[in-house]
């Protein structure tokens, strides 16, 4: 096991489970949805896609593809936010299910990194 | 791009990449969790988007102003701290991307896929040559664009550097590289289709024999050129079914028997290379005793030769670099050495031959010999072709310079392959044959003439290629007729026709000619500029062939 490894899953999880704390609530209302946590989510998926540079083997490919793709999403969703905040001036349901439903994609993106990091160490495993 | 390069960039990219994204979340969250006052004081809190703006025109160094209102005292200690934070984040990450583009790993990476570029673009047959050396610079002079591209690999980067600064054209892909390494001759592109061959004339024959093998098994149809100065190396290459051995000595050696035996079977081969085809006094090696000087690589060549010949020689031994240790000096001549020339039979000598490795000790050898005996015939072995002046001015009457003949020999075979093939027929012909050939050709076209090789094929002959398809019956002597007067001759000789894997030297002039025919031609530039325009214009062609029916 090498730090390398640790820091990069603890990561990839953190990215998850942050995101999760996000997405979680009724997705109609902004109060359930901390825009501290969406801050946190985007950050700690950043530092994840960082660690992933320059990995040359096939599954680290796969897993900066996914990671880009979070980032990707929940730089969107903060960007609706913003719009419709300062732009729009007002924060509507079409804007908060929108900002909502992106981090949703954003999640299942790491879902799928986490599953495939998980599955690579078991299958290292003998 | 080669992917190699972007993974080390990415890789080098990671902590600048980490160390700037800390620095803004850091910073943004702290102006986010500050409250401020706005204009009227009422308590406010920043949102991200206002956090993320300022720090953004903050960290970067713009600096606009304080925003979206003016910082009360606990949000300017702050921003003084994320300041200097974000700025040494930045800096960093610039610092990494400047060392990052100076980074010898990323730069060498870069050079190799600009040479692999150059070579994979070069759309021209060519040859891989390994070591830059006055050798294999002169076969690239001439042999770099006309027919042939050239790609040059060698150990030393100031040799490549060297080569950079020429300013070869068309341009000469270059690049440092071990030319034993299979990764690096494929590379310079030995697996590719118009690879027409590899050069390696190493000093080392090891060198030499591992690049044949290694190439011989990269690429089975590779014209692989070797130089080698054993007897065992040659019999170990034509073993491995190499034809194209050069061996330098083994030139020398057989010159020196033409040159004794059959002066113009000799002469026609200096030709070849560039001598004028007239034998001059000074040409004719005397007969009566020689005496070696040197019993090295070159010593042993010219002593078969001579043995060749049936001549009678003696052979001193002469280590030239033990010499200079013991005597402290290159200049040859002391008492010592007086008598032992003289013991050698000096006087009584027509030829010296002086083969050391020392070009100094080689001219003062020939000189104490003169001294002794002012008609006695000299020949010098030239090793630095720097001191070309010096042995120019010394009145030598023959110098052999060895990495002369090797270039011009290389340079023989691969463009001027009628020419080689030429000599190599020329050769098992006698004298007199050979006499008259000269005098046949110094009678037809001048002392000094030159000669041209050509195929008969669309590019070289577009109107005897279609008059051949008609099939019409050419020969060759159709094709000597000037196009000015059809009665006149042109001052041509065809010298050499090849037919496939035939050869006819000196061909019947009643010969009908085929496409696809080579052949080698001697005239002068405006003869052999007539027979161009015969062979390319249909209206020449016509007006020529009408009078040969008539």
């Known amino acids: ?126 | 791009m080669n992917e190699q390069i972007i993974w080390i960039v990415l890789k080098r990219l990671r902590t600048p990449f980490l160390v700037i994204i800390i620095t803004f979340a850091i910073s943004i969250l702290g102006l986010v969790l500050i409250p401020g006052t706005d204009n009227n004081g009422n308590p406010y809190q920043m949102t991200f988007f206002d956090a993320f703006y300022f720090v953004t025109y903050m960290a970067s160094t713009i600096g606009f102003g304080e925003a979206p209102y003016t910082f009360n005292y606990e949000q300017r200690m702050w921003v003084s701290f994320a300041v200097y934070f974000t700025v040494i984040g930045w800096f960093y990450g610039i610092g990494a991307i400047v060392s990052l583009i100076q980074d010898e790993a990323l730069r060498k990476a870069l050079s190799t896929n600009s040479f692999r570029n150059q070579v994979k673009h070069i759309n021209k047959p060519f040859y891989i040559i390994l070591g830059y050396n006055s050798i294999t610079k002169s076969i690239i002079d001439r042999l770099n664009g006309r027919d042939y591209r050239v790609v040059v690999l060698d150990k030393d980067d100031k040799k490549i550097d060297e080569l950079i600064l020429e300013n070869f054209y068309p341009d000469v892909p270059a690049f440092v590289g071990d030319a034993t390494n299979q990764k690096m001759l494929k590379i310079a592109g030995i697996h590719q289709k118009n690879c027409a061959g590899i050069i390696s004339l190493f000093e080392d024959d090891m060198v030499n024999s591992k690049i044949a093998t290694i190439s011989k098994l990269l690429n089975k149809k590779l014209d692989i050129i070797v130089k080698a100065t054993s007897q065992q190396q040659l019999e170990h290459f034509r073993s491995m079914d190499l034809k194209h051995v050069k061996n330098p000595f083994d030139i020398i050696s057989k010159r020196i028997y033409y040159g004794i035996t059959a002066p113009h079977i000799w002469l026609l081969e200096m030709w070849m290379y560039g001598h004028i085809l007239k034998l001059k006094k000074r040409d004719h090696f005397p007969q009566g005793k020689y005496i070696i000087y040197g019993n090295g690589r070159m010593g042993k060549a010219i002593k078969e030769g001579l043995e060749k010949a049936g001549v009678e020689y003696v052979i001193k031994d002469f280590d030239s670099q033990k010499y200079i240790q013991d005597k402290n000096t290159t200049i040859f001549g002391d008492d010592d050495d007086m008598e032992s020339l003289l013991k050698l039979g000096v006087k009584e000598s027509s030829c010296i031959i002086a083969a050391t490795q020392n070009d100094l000790l080689n001219l003062t050898i020939l000189n104490k010999a003169k001294q002794l005996n002012p008609k006695i015939f000299t020949m010098a072995r030239e090793n630095a072709l720097d001191d070309l002046n010096i042995f120019q001015a010394s009145k030598i009457n023959k110098i052999y310079i060895v990495e002369k003949i090797l270039a011009d020999a290389t340079y023989n075979y691969i463009a001027r392959p009628l020419a080689d093939l030429f000599i190599q027929e020329a050769r098992k012909k006698d004298d007199e044959w050979a006499e008259v050939i000269v005098h046949m050709l110094n009678n037809i076209t001048g002392m000094n003439p030159m000669y041209f090789e050509t195929r008969l094929n669309d590019d070289n002959a577009y109107a005897l290629t279609l008059e051949l398809q008609e099939g019409e019956n050419i020969t060759l002597a159709d094709l000597r007729r000037s196009r000015a007067d059809r009665n006149e001759l042109l001052h041509i000789v065809f010298l050499l026709l090849k037919r496939g894997d035939e050869v006819y030297l000196m061909p019947d002039s009643r010969m009908k000619l085929e496409i696809g025919d080579e052949l080698l031609i001697v005239s002068d530039e405006e003869n052999y500029d007539d027979f161009e325009y015969i062979v390319n214009n249909i209206y020449e062609l016509e007006y020529v062939l009408g009078c040969a029916t008539s």
């Open chain 1, 1 to 126: 096991m090498n730090m390398h490894k640790i820091m990069s899953g603890s990561f990839f999880i953190l990215a998850m489970t942050v995101n999760f704390g996000f997405f979680y609530g009724d997705p109609t209302i902004l109060i359930e949805h901390s825009s501290y946590e969406l801050f946190a989510a985007i950050i700690v998926n950043l530092i994840a896609t960082v660690l992933k540079l320059g990995d040359r083997t096939q599954l680290g490919a796969v897993l900066l593809a996914t990671s880009i793709v979070a980032d990707i999403q929940l730089i969107a969703s903060a960007t609706v936010w913003a719009f419709a905040m300062y732009v729009m001036s007002s924060v509507g349901t079409e804007a908060i299910t929108a900002i909502i439903s992106l981090s949703g994609g954003a999640l299942l993106a790491n879902i799928v990194s986490v599953i495939l990091f998980i599955g690579d160490t078991l299958k290292s495993k003998r």
